[in-house]
């Protein structure tokens, strides 16, 4: 379920920091954490996860760190947010579990779910850079 978490919020600026900031070498998780205030042992799970993903790319080694996987005109909020409410919905309990719920409240919110995130395809690191 798509929702506006604390971790949703870091992770959307962990993505536009690396979007910022990775030019021409990658950004390093703990500078993330310097510039940004988040947690890296969070961070680090964050950013694994969107590397699996193919919203990031990990590179190894000592001058290693991330770089967005695609050019920053192809990487929209809506990629993120996707990633990390899948996350996100991995953790969670469902909603509810009566009849009505699952016909009638669930079909709705995936309705409202799929227009927001339409809309969040529409912006990209790239326009949040500018």
């Known amino acids: 379920m798509l929702r506006l978490t604390r971790k949703t919020v870091l992770s ?31 961070l680090e799970q964050v950013l694994q996860r969107l590397v699996r993903e193919g919203v990031l790319k990990g590179v190894r080694g000592p001058r290693g760190g991330y770089t967005l996987a695609r050019e920053r005109r192809r990487v929209s909020l809506g990629d993120v947010l996707r990633v990390v409410s899948a996350m996100d919905a991995e953790e969670e309990e469902p909603a509810s579990a009566a009849m009505l ?3 009638v ?8 779910v799929t227009e927001i995130l339409a809309r969040f395809d529409m912006i990209t690191m790239e326009d949040l850079c500018r």
């Open 101 to 103: 719920g699952e016909r």
């Open 12 to 42: 959307l600026e962990a993505v536009l920091d690396i979007a910022y900031n990775a030019r021409p070498d990658p950004v390093q998780s703990r500078d993330i954490t310097e510039r940004q205030g988040i947690p890296n042992r969070y």
């Open 105 to 112: 409240i669930d079909p709705l919110w995936d309705e409202v």
